[in-house]
Every structure is written in structure tokens, then in C-alpha cells.
Nanobody, 121 residues
Framework: VQLVESGGGSVQAGGSLRLSCSASGYSRYCMGWFRQAPGKESEGIAGIKTADGSPSYADSMKGRFTISLDSAKNTLFLDIDTLKPEDTAMYYC??????????????????WGQGTQVTVS
């Protein structure tokens, strides 16, 4: 499985951003987005079941984050609205094959991309 994130950059607070993750390789049961800010633990944002597009959000991430999937293009998206400086982090796409609830628990996602940096000022 290969996962390649894109779409990060430097943005003004209050703006919005769309991150993309291009996936290749075997079919994935769940895909998810995670982030890690400097000096902080990695945190899950959202997961999505690839078969039907049903999302699952971490409680602290509900509201400004939207996960979606274009199955035909094997591309995962994360839309972030009303960006805040505390959203500054490296954002990672991840995937797993085993079935179950696609909650963004990092221990359950063994395949990861290299990340894309988001900086909000």
C-alpha cells in the first residue's frame, strides 16, 4: 500500500484547506487522517469505510473537519474549515485492511503516508 498526501501549505487563520491522499496497492477497508503537532502526541481526526464512505470522527474533531473519498480515483480528502493556529501540524493519511469500525485510532492503522505540513498563522 502506498499513500501520498498533498495539499498542505501555509494559510491564514480563518481560511480553509483541502488535503488529498492518493492511495495505491491493495484495497483498504478503512482510511483515516491523523495529525501531529510539534512536541505533541499524534491524534486521530477521522476515519472512513471505503466500501460505503461512512465516516467516523474523533470527538474533538467534529465540526471543522470533513473526510471524504473518491473511490474511482482512489483518493482520500480532508477538508478543514476555519483554520486556527493550533491546527498547525503534520497531517498523515493512513490505511488498514482489517474490518471493523473505522474510528481514527492510530494503533489500528498500520500503513502510513509521509505526511503533508499545514501551517496556520
Amino acid at each position: 500500500v502506498q499513500l501520498v498526501e498533498s495539499g498542505g501549505g501555509s494559510v491564514q487563520a480563518g481560511g480553509s484547506l483541502r488535503l488529498s491522499c492518493s492511495a495505491s496497492g491493495y484495497s483498504r477497508y478503512c482510511m483515516g487522517w491523523f495529525r501531529q503537532a510539534p512536541g505533541k502526541e499524534s491524534e486521530g481526526i477521522a476515519g472512513i469505510k471505503t466500501a460505503d464512505g461512512s465516516p467516523s470522527y474523533a470527538d474533538s474533531m467534529k465540526g471543522r473537519f470533513t473526510i471524504s473519498l473518491d473511490s474511482a480515483k482512489n483518493t482520500l480528502f480532508l477538508d478543514i474549515d476555519t483554520l486556527k493556529p493550533e491546527d498547525t501540524a503534520m497531517y498523515y493519511c493512513a490505511a488498514r485492511f482489517h474490518p471493523g469500525y473505522c474510528y481514527p485510532n492510530k494503533e489500528q492503522y498500520p500503513y502510513w503516508g509521509q505526511g503533508t505540513q499545514v501551517t496556520v498563522s
